[in-house]
C-alpha cells in the first residue's frame, strides 16, 4: 500500500511541476525546475501523510538558497567582468590584449568544470582518480582546450569598418568564442542539476515499481538517465526561445564579453553548490 501511495504521489509532483515549468517556460519566465519540484514534493507530503512527514530543516536549507546561489552568481560575476575591465577593455589595443587574455580565461573556465566533474561525477560512474591525479588531468585538459582556443583567436581578423560603428565589435567575437567554452560549462552544470531534480521522482517510482518497496536509496536506471538527457535537448530546441529571449534580452543588454562573466559565474556556483 505504502508503495502503491509514493508511485502515485510522485507522479502527481512531475505533473504538477512540468505544468508549471512548461506554464512559465511559453511566457518566457525563467522559473526554477528545482524549486518547483521540491515545493510539489512538499505538497504531496503534507497531503498524503502529514505536515509531520516534511524535513522541513532541508526545506530551510533549499529556501535560503533562493538568495545565497544568485548573491554568490552575482559576486564572482562582478569581479570576472571588473578583470576583463582592467585586463582588456579599459587599454588602448583591447583586440591585442583580448588575444593574450582570453585563452586564460578559457582554462579557468575548462579548469572549473572539469576538475569538479572528475571529482564529483566520475565516481558514479565507476571511476576512481586519486585528487592528485584529479587535479593534473584537469589541468591538463584545461591547457589543451585552451591552447586550441588561443589558436582560433589568433586567426581572428580586426574589421575597421565595423570598428567605427562599435569600437569593441572584434573583441566581442573573440569573447563569443569564449562563450562556447563557458555555454558547454553551463549546460554541463544545468544538466548535472535541473534534470537531476526531474528524473529524482521517476528513478524513485521505476526503483519502487520493480521492488515493491519504498527505499532511502534507489538504484537509477540508464535508460531513465538517457530519457532525463534527452529531453533537455528537445525541449531546448523546441520550446526555449521564450526563456532564452528573456535572460539573453530582456533582463539587461548583453554582450559576449558581459554573457561570459554571466555563464561562468552561474556554472561555477551550481557545480559547486
Not at 150 to 174: C, L
Not at 238 to 262: C, E, N
Request: glycine share 10%; charged share 10%.
Amino acid at each position: 500500500e505504502n508503495a502503491q501511495i509514493f508511485i502515485w504521489a510522485m507522479m502527481a509532483a512531475l505533473i504538477s511541476a512540468a505544468l508549471w515549468v512548461n506554464l512559465a517556460t511559453w511566457v518566457g519566465a525563467p522559473v526554477s525546475t528545482t524549486h518547483s519540484i521540491v515545493g510539489a514534493i512538499i505538497g504531496f507530503a503534507v497531503a498524503g501523510i502529514g505536515i509531520d512527514a516534511v524535513a522541513w530543516g532541508k526545506v530551510g536549507q533549499i529556501a535560503a538558497s533562493w538568495v545565497v546561489s544568485p548573491l554568490t552568481a552575482g559576486i564572482i560575476a562582478f569581479f570576472i567582468y571588473l578583470s576583463v575591465l582592467k585586463l582588456i577593455l579599459s587599454h588602448d589595443d583591447p583586440l591585442e590584449r583580448a588575444k593574450r587574455y582570453v585563452p586564460v580565461y578559457m582554462f579557468f573556465a575548462a579548469f572549473t568544470i572539469t576538475l569538479v566533474t572528475i571529482l564529483k561525477g566520475l565516481s558514479h560512474v565507476g571511476l576512481e582518480i586519486s585528487t592528485r591525479d584529479s587535479y593534473l588531468l584537469a589541468t591538463v585538459i584545461a591547457i589543451g582546450i585552451a591552447i586550441v582556443g588561443g589558436f582560433v583567436i589568433r586567426r581572428v581578423k580586426a574589421d575597421p569598418k565595423a570598428e567605427k560603428d562599435q569600437h569593441f565589435v572584434t573583441v566581442e567575437r573573440v569573447f563569443g568564442m569564449l562563450m562556447v567554452v563557458t555555454a558547454c560549462g553551463m549546460a554541463f552544470a544545468h544538466g548535472s542539476n535541473d534534470v537531476a531534480n526531474a528524473i529524482g521522482p521517476l528513478a524513485a517510482v521505476v526503483s519502487v515499481a520493480q521492488t515493491g518497496q519504498v527505499t532511502a536509496q534507489a538504484s537509477i536506471a540508464p535508460w531513465v538517465l538517457l530519457l532525463g538527457g534527452a529531453g533537455i535537448v528537445i525541449g531546448l530546441a523546441t520550446y526555449g526561445r521564450h526563456v532564452i529571449a528573456t535572460v539573453g534580452q530582456k533582463i539587461t543588454h548583453l554582450t559576449p564579453s558581459r554573457g561570459f562573466a554571466a555563464e561562468l559565474a552561474a556554472a561555477t556556483t551550481i557545480v559547486v553548490a
